[in-house]
């Protein structure tokens, strides 16, 4: 009674074994030579995703420990896993079909299909794409560089194969295509390292001694932690304004160079405490204003 059991459910085990192999065996479509079936489409579908998960986990091994050993750039790490994994990608994808007997040549019309797509209808796609890979090798732009291209300034967080992520000091995310990028003008505020100079402009009373006031520009400027203090910072009298002496104070920073409105607020609140200490005067526009009244002229 127990052996026929046994043989009873090894029966139905075969049969559902049997009745999934027809399920995966039936065939969607043909693609040259070779059959597409169910089975074979999962398993390519398993590879594909098994192919992007290893992918991305390389990229990430090699920006994150084996690049970083080197003293690279976080950018330039960035910038040489991406490209590795985009090789990665696209030999995995050709060993792939290969291994489950797809024909590549069958593909060939394929891409002659998508050529004419890309003639009627991914042009932007295409150039965005090629745009991201001129990107990556040229390295015009990095992740963590400091740009602004036309009325978006902020860091560069993401590139990718079709766009770049730039987050603004609001912490609002940008999508750019990357064709923007090679077709328009882009300042890099931080290309090849994060020093950066601002000037702010500085006005006095005429009646003061411009030594003096480079003297206390020069002290506000050497006693803000966030200065450079090598390349040291500059105070340039810039010319003779219509009610004031007009500096310019230069100075370098590395820490803000993503915030030059905070420094400047900064150096400006130092710079009102330091002149009314030292009774320096901070001009107001002044006109002179002539009448004529009956004849007569009022000088006011």
Do not use: C
Not at 79 to 93: F, R
Not at 142 to 151: N, T
Not at 288 to 293: E, G, L, P, Y
């Amino acid at each position: 009674m127990g052996e026929k059991i046994l043989e009873y459910k090894k029966s139905k085990i075969g049969e559902f074994f049997e009745f999934i192999h027809e399920i995966l065996s039936i065939k969607l479509f043909s693609i040259g030579e070779s059959s597409l079936t169910i089975g074979l489409l999962l398993t390519l579908i398993f590879s594909v995703i098994l192919l992007l998960f290893i992918s991305e986990w390389i990229k990430k091994l090699l920006v994150n420990r084996i690049l970083k050993k080197y003293h690279l750039e976080k950018g330039t790490r960035q910038s040489v896993g991406t490209i590795v994994k985009y090789i990665l990608i696209i030999a995995g994808l050709f060993s792939i079909l290969q291994t489950n007997g797809i024909d590549l040549s069958a593909f060939g019309i394929l891409a002659g299909a998508l050529g004419v797509g890309i003639g009627f209808g991914l042009q932007n796609i295409t150039n965005n794409f090629i745009s991201g890979l001129i990107i990556l090798f040229e390295q015009p732009i990095k992740v963590g560089d400091r740009i602004e291209v036309g009325d978006i300034t902020g860091d560069v967080i993401n590139i990718s194969a079709r766009s770049t992520t730039v987050v603004t000091n609001d912490n609002i995310s940008v999508i750019i295509p990357n064709s923007q990028f090679i077709d328009s003008q882009v300042i890099n505020w931080s290309h090849n390292d994060r020093k950066v100079r601002f000037n702010f402009p500085v006005g006095v009373s005429y009646k003061e001694n411009p030594e003096k006031v480079k003297s206390v520009l020069m002290e506000v400027a050497l006693n803000n932690p966030n200065v450079l203090k090598n390349p040291e910072p500059d105070i340039l009298f810039e010319d003779f304004g219509d009610s004031s002496l007009n500096f310019n104070v230069r100075v370098w920073t590395s820490e803000y160079v993503n915030k030059p409105k905070v420094l400047k607020s900064q150096l400006y609140y130092d710079i009102f405490r330091r002149f009314s200490e030292e009774n320096i005067e901070i001009p107001f526009p002044q006109r002179d204003i002539h009448i004529k009244s009956n004849g007569e002229k009022l000088n006011i």
